[in-house]
């Protein structure tokens, strides 16, 4: 079954760490660019950050020095380390496989607040 699973989420003080996780599985994974999206109430879905097949990475602005994704491919999943959390990093966080397909994971609910 093609599929990604996100988990992680939670609530988060001002300041805090998450670590997010997408499993992937049903297709093949190592040739797949990966990519975290999120979305914020009323507002459009952003790209967080990227990771290429050979680990290249990329990252939005507002997450720069905070954020870290990182793959594995032999276990076929994607992280992303959330460090020094701000009230404006909750969102529903989606993990995004690129390559033949487009494929999208339900998402995981990020609350930061105190």
């Known amino acids: 079954q093609v599929q990604l699973v996100e988990s992680g989420g939670g609530l988060v003080q001002p300041g805090g760490s998450l670590r997010l996780s997408c499993a992937a599985s049903g297709f093949t994974f190592s040739t797949y660019v990966m990519r975290w999206y999120r979305q914020a109430p009323e507002k459009e879905r952003e790209l967080v950050a990227v990771?290429?097949?050979?680990?290249?990475?990329n990252y939005a602005d507002s997450v720069k020095g905070r954020f870290t994704i990182s793959r594995d491919n032999a276990k076929k999943m994607v992280d992303l380390q959330m460090n020094n959390l701000k009230p404006e990093d909750t969102a529903v966080y989606y993990c995004?496989?690129?390559?033949?397909?487009?494929?999208w994971g339900q998402g995981t609910q990020v609350t930061v607040s105190s």
């Open positions: 995004n496989a690129a390559g033949r397909r487009s494929l």
């Open positions: 990771i290429s097949t050979i680990g290249n990475t």
